[in-house]
């Protein structure tokens, strides 16, 4: 909690998803997955307009795997085919070092992976 009192005392709104986002996902590892959920829900809320698409996709993971924690494959996959990045995002995106996917085909698109039969 300190943490994320540190970050808001700061304005960093990266901090703050991200330790939001952690937060969620030691709730969830505590069997408390619907709270896990709104945890990561709401760092995203929080930092849709101000972070870079990584910190978001972090945010929509925990969101995610909280839901499939909970039994809940609707909601998870609902959250795992958004598309979080907006333009907002994007703008920020640019001025990263780090490698972004392209915002036109959402986040979720560009890691492969092999559905399981």
């Known amino acids: 909690m300190q943490a994320l009192r540190l970050a808001r005392a700061a ?9 939001l986002t ?16 709104d945890m990561a829900e709401a760092a995203f809320e929080r930092a849709k307009h101000a972070a870079a698409p990584r910190v978001l996709a972090f945010a ?4 995610a795997r909280a ?14 085919a958004a598309q979080p990045a907006t333009r907002e995002s994007s703008a920020v995106a640019e001025k990263s070092s780090l490698p972004t996917a392209s915002t036109s085909s959402g986040w979720a698109t560009s890691f492969p992976f092999r559905a399981s039969a």
């Open 60 to 63: 929509k993971l925990a969101e």
């Open 22 to 37: 952690a937060m969620s996902f030691q709730t969830m590892l505590r069997e408390y997955p619907h709270g896990a959920a």
């Open 67 to 80: 839901y499939g924690r909970a039994g809940d494959a609707n909601a998870a996959g609902a959250v795992l």
């Open 11 to 19: 304005g960093d709104v990266h901090a703050g998803a991200y330790v």
